[in-house]
């Protein structure tokens, strides 16, 4: 079976910014990491392209089943909880890609 990447993007105010990649770093990917099925993180900070996000987020999960049990999850309902309620400025965005090729 083919991996997901499950892939946050998001942009928040200069003013938050620290504080945003301290939370996320230190608690958020940890925290979505512990879900069964989790294989990595990734994070990383756009240097140039026509995107209005900032930043993105590159989970790997094992395959599409274990993706869909995590979307519909009680972790990930939580997940989203505390990030709305550290960063409610934030914009995000959510996409999932699935391999076909090769």
Excluded at 70 to 93: C, G, N
Aim: hydrophobic share 40%; aromatic share 16%; charged share 25%.
């Amino acid at each position: 079976m083919a991996t997901v990447l499950f892939i946050v993007k998001a942009t928040i105010p200069a003013d938050k910014d620290a504080a945003f990649n301290t939370w996320y770093n230190d608690e958020h990917c940890p925290q979505a990491l512990q879900f069964p099925g989790m294989v990595s993180a990734h994070r990383y900070k756009a240097l140039d392209g026509e995107d209005k996000y900032q930043y993105m987020a590159v989970y790997e999960v094992q395959d599409e089943a274990t993706y869909r049990r995590f979307i519909a999850s009680d972790h990930m309902k939580t997940l989203r909880a505390e990030y709305d309620a550290h960063f409610p400025m934030s914009e995000r965005a959510r996409f999932a890609y699935t391999q076909v090729w090769p």
